[in-house]
């Protein structure tokens, strides 16, 4: 049984930093591909940030340059690093893994976290 487990979410305020971190089982997580997606109240899911097995990296233009992706194959876990955080970046934030490539932003996952909120203070 997959499953996601993501972590690390709390009330920050604005130019603060927080590290979000998901924990993945039930599959061979070295050979899937990781992604943070993150959903604000009344707004569409939207992706944010993906990672391949091998550490290629992708990031939606709100978060270039701000967010970090990571992964440790060893722990299998990925992690977000969110700096100089905005109050538009509150949202649950959602982990995600697929199968296969996906070139730039990922419409969708095999696999979900349940989430976890962020909440960004002004």
């Known amino acids: 049984q997959v499953q996601l487990v993501e972590s690390g979410g709390e009330l920050v305020q604005a130019g603060g930093s927080l590290r979000l971190s998901c924990a993945a089982s039930?599959?061979?997580?070295?050979?899937?591909?990781m992604a943070w997606f993150r959903q604000a109240p009344g707004k569409e899911r939207e992706f944010v940030v993906s990672?391949?097995?091998?550490?290629?990296?992708y990031y939606a233009a709100s978060v270039r340059g701000r967010f970090t992706i990571s992964r440790d194959n060893d722990k299998n876990t990925v992690y977000l690093q969110m700096n100089s955080l905005k109050p538009e970046d509150t949202a649950v934030y959602y982990c995600?893994?697929?199968?296969?490539?996906?070139?730039?932003?990922?419409?969708?996952?095999?696999?979900w976290g349940q989430g976890t909120q962020v909440i960004v203070s002004s």
């Open positions: 990672i391949t097995w091998h550490g290629s990296t």
């Open positions: 039930g599959y061979i997580f070295s050979s899937h591909a």
């Open positions: 995600a893994a697929r199968r296969g490539v996906v070139i730039g932003a990922w419409p969708t996952a095999d696999y």
